[in-house]
């Protein structure tokens, strides 16, 4: 049964920094796309960042270009997002998610993604 787990969310100042982690279980670690994605409520689920566990090539969001950086761990089963500069702008329940195949046309598309953990909260004040 493939699972994710999320830490790291928590309030935090505009301009501070977080580290979100996202203990995956359960797959076999090859050839798969990692992404987090955040949502407000009325919202709809919005993609921040993706890597492609293969090729460790990633992709962002433009609002968060710069400023958020996304990683794996060499067992290639735990995914970060290091986020520096926040914005009030940036907060929202942040979800990870894991495919295979799908994302690789759209890596930031939520509709491609099949698994997703419960989400950590991000709360961005001035």
């Known amino acids: 049964q493939i699972k994710l787990v999320e830490s790291g969310g928590e309030w935090v100042q505009a301009g501070g920094s977080l580290r979100l982690s996202c203990q995956g279980s359960?797959?076999?670690?090859?050839?798969?796309?990692m992404a987090w994605f955040r949502q407000v409520p009325d919202n709809a689920r919005e993609g921040v960042a993706s890597?492609?566990?293969?090729?460790?090539?990633?992709y962002y969001a433009d609002s968060v270009k710069g400023r958020f950086t996304i990683s794996q761990d060499n067992a290639k089963t735990t995914v970060y997002l290091q986020m520096t500069n926040l914005k009030p702008e940036d907060t929202g329940m942040y979800y990870c998610?894991?495919?295979?195949?799908?994302?690789?046309?759209?890596?930031?598309?939520?509709?491609?993604?099949?698994?997703w953990g419960q989400g950590t909260p991000v709360n961005v004040s001035l």
């Open positions: 998610a894991i495919d295979w195949v799908r994302p690789a046309a759209a890596p930031l598309d939520p509709s491609r993604y099949k698994y």
């Open positions: 359960g797959f076999s670690p090859m050839n798969h796309h």
């Open positions: 890597i492609d566990s293969r090729s460790d090539n990633t």
